[in-house]
């Protein structure tokens, strides 16, 4: 595709329920990132995968955070046992390697 | 840890005016710094900037880096409400691909 792109754009759900997050990126792109922004806040990164395996994944708040891509593309981040705090604008986007970073729409989160 | 800090937070300036938005930040092994505009959801990208001194321009936009100071500015001249926008600062390392963020500025402006 022409840019990178996310499903859902927006996601409601209640505290407690899981959630799945998907990112596909430009074709091509062998590096892929999620960050996360909170109303208000900067972006924070959560996890990098570079093909399919993911050398920098610091970034993940807890052990209910999960990421995985296949095939070297399509991402998902998985949240268990969603909890308020974990509302927020969730952006992914991917690179050549270590150049620029092309984001995605993102998808806002909202866990009542 | 790595640190970016930008200033202002927020600014609200008239259609005309220029502005100045400015980056520094504290990175072990520095590699790029670079700007994006965020209007809604997604940051669209505007430069990436890895030598001192060079300036990099897009239209009424500029940027220049000062690795030695360790800040950058974003220059916006001649300014149209279309230019209201989140702007984010961010750098990268050599020792790891992620990208740390500052805060952003927040610039509206007035028709």
């Known amino acids: 595709g022409a840019g990178v792109s996310q499903s859902p754009s927006n996601k409601v759900t209640e505290k407690g329920k899981d959630v799945e997050l998907r990112c596909d990126p430009i074709?091509?792109?062998?590096?892929l990132y999620w960050y996360r922004q909170s109303l208000g806040q900067g972006l924070e990164f959560l996890i990098y995968?570079?093909?399919?395996?993911?050398?920098?994944k610091s970034g993940l708040p807890s052990d209910r955070f999960s990421a995985e891509r296949t095939g070297g593309s399509v991402s998902t981040l998985t949240i268990q046992r969603t909890q308020q705090e974990d509302s927020a604008v969730y952006l992914c986007?991917?690179?050549?390697?270590?150049?620029?970073?092309?984001f995605g729409p993102g998808t806002r989160l909202t866990v009542l | 840890e790595d640190k970016v800090v930008q200033s202002p937070l927020s600014l609200v300036v008239h259609e005309g005016d220029t502005v100045t938005l400015n980056c520094s930040y504290e990175?072990?092994?520095?590699?790029?710094l670079l700007w994006y505009k965020q209007e809604k959801k997604a940051p669209t990208f505007l430069f990436m900037l890895?030598?001192?001194?060079i300036e990099k321009k897009s239209g009424r936009l500029s940027s220049i880096l000062d690795k030695k100071e360790l800040f950058s500015i974003l220059n916006i001249t001649a300014t149209q409400t279309g230019d209201s926008a989140i702007y984010l600062c961010?750098?990268?390392?050599?020792?790891?691909?992620?990208?740390?963020f500052g805060e952003g500025t927040q610039l509206t402006v007035n028709p």
């Open positions: 074709s091509g792109h062998t590096a």
């Open positions: 986007a991917s690179s050549e390697q270590r150049n620029e970073q092309f």
């Open positions: 961010a750098v990268g390392a050599t020792s790891g691909s992620r990208l740390t």
């Open positions: 990175v072990t092994n520095f590699r790029s």
């Open positions: 995968f570079q093909g399919n395996s993911a050398p920098d």
């Open positions: 890895t030598s001192s001194g």
